[in-house]
């Protein structure tokens, strides 16, 4: 999913990809039951890489781990990046989405969730003139065990409202988002911008939800003027 983010190393920083528990067909851990230990096995990754500060991003789901690794283990945080994502907790009505995919998943698999969520997570440009990229969607729900994706979802309906937290977010920010994100929709980032002092907000072209995914080239752009600029 971040491949194309990788070619940030060109230009001098360490890029570090995790691959969270489960997923991309790992089955050497359990699933994940909350937010909380997909932040704990990407900490264990930086101390096991003798990594003391790195500038912490994710995308979605992403964004609520790194909060969660914010809550938890701040003095990690050389910057952040928050990419189409929100603070708030789910609300009642995104809670019953959640139940409704965990029984789709459970009863008919990662292929049912592809057919559901796609249209969602990329934007109407990409499907409409990028077949390559919902192909490339389509393989990496695809490559994901029910179990895994299971253990998503009850991580994202169980996770904490990171609201309080915006005001305690000291370090250099950089918010991302998609102009066609239907899920965490610009105003969703306009709100993070305001609640986490100083930080930058880019609002990205012709991109839904994977915005990294959907349009790189805008997107590292952004990264790159950040993390040389800003960090």
């Known amino acids: 999913m971040f ?3 990788l070619a940030l190393a060109d230009l001098g920083w360490r890029v570090i990809a995790p691959q969270l528990r489960g997923f991309d067909g790992a089955a050497s851990d359990p699933p994940a039951s909350s937010i909380d230990d997909y932040a704990a096995d990407v900490i264990d990754l930086l101390d096991a890489l003798h990594v003391d500060e790195a500038v912490i991003g994710g995308v979605s789901m992403g964004g609520y781990i ?7 283990a701040a003095r990690y945080f050389q910057g952040l990046i928050l990419a189409d994502t929100r603070s708030q907790a789910d609300t009642p009505e995104a809670l019953d989405g959640r139940r409704k995919m965990l029984q789709l998943v459970q009863e008919k698999g990662p292929a049912a ?5 796609i249209p969602k997570l990329l934007g109407e440009t990409t499907r409409r003139t990028r077949p390559e990229i919902v ?4 393989a990496l729900v695809l490559a994901n065990s029910t179990e895994a994706i299971a253990g998503a979802i009850r991580a994202l309906m169980t996770r904490p409202d990171s ?9 250099p920010a ?3 988002v998609g102009d066609e994100d239907v899920v965490t929709p610009t105003p969703a980032a306009e709100e993070l911008h305001r609640g986490v002092a ?7 072209p012709a ?25």
């Open 207 to 231: 991109a839904g939800h994977l915005s990294n995914l959907e349009q790189p080239g805008a997107v590292n752009a952004a990264l790159a003027h950040f993390l040389d600029h800003r960090v």
């Open 198 to 204: 100083g930080s930058q907000l880019t609002i990205v």
């Open 135 to 138: 192909d490339q969607v389509r």
């Open 3 to 5: 491949e194309a983010q």
């Open 174 to 176: 950089l918010i991302l």
């Open 163 to 171: 609201t309080p937290l915006l005001p305690t977010i000291h370090v």
């Open 66 to 72: 790194a909060f969660a690794m914010f809550r938890h």
């Open 113 to 117: 969730v592809a057919v559901e969520m």
